[in-house]
């Protein structure tokens, strides 16, 4: 596998806010656009006939003072859902890893690191917040992306391009006892 560099990165996702802020040496920081609740009822079964993904319920944003350009979230501890203003396209040999942002982590709350692949949009991440509440603006940076090319099996380091012949194993002799003179 080959991390991409950040600005290679970027040129699969799209709605990017602010390159200069989001674009590092080999990752790309997501920004959230919309926090939602956790409907509490969510089914799954074996076959998948009677699977139900839980609901999400639209967060209701504040101003915290009015001249602010954009609303907060106010959020206690619990289970949410963040949609991000980013989008992603991968090509077929390539995966990318969503991890929390070390600040959310700091600010009391986190989500699972995840793989992604193919085209997604809109990119989602279920998040727990751990501390007594917590506060996020519109668009904050939450998330990391890291964006993975992955080689031919051919290719891989260490791997022999091509399967080396077998030599032929040499038959083991088992010794005749002396005889006694």
């Known amino acids: 596998m080959e991390l991409l560099r950040g600005k290679h990165a970027a040129t699969r996702v799209a709605g990017i806010l602010n390159p200069k802020y989001q674009v590092h040496g080999y990752s790309v920081h997501l920004t959230v656009r919309n926090i939602y609740s956790v409907d509490p009822v ?31 979230w106010d959020l206690g501890r619990g289970c949410y859902f963040a949609e991000f203003n ?11 890893l ?12 986190a989500h699972v690191p995840m793989f992604l692949r193919g085209r997604v949009a809109p990119i989602e991440a279920l998040f727990q917040v751990e501390a007594l509440r917590l506060e996020i603006k519109q668009n904050a940076r939450i998330s990391r992306l890291r964006v993975l090319r992955l080689h031919p099996p051919t290719e891989v380091a260490g791997a022999p391009a091509a399967r080396a012949k077998k030599t032929p194993r040499k038959s083991i002799r088992t010794r005749k006892p002396r005889k006694k003179k």
Do not use: C, M, N
């Open 42 to 72: 969510g089914q799954l079964d074996f076959g998948g006939h009677e699977y139900v993904p839980a609901g999400k319920l639209a967060i209701a944003t504040h101003s915290r003072r009015p001249e602010d350009r954009y609303q907060w």
């Open 86 to 96: 980013e989008t992603l396209e991968l090509a077929e040999d390539e995966i990318a």
């Open 98 to 109: 969503l991890e929390p942002h070390e600040r959310l982590l700091r600010a009391g709350a």
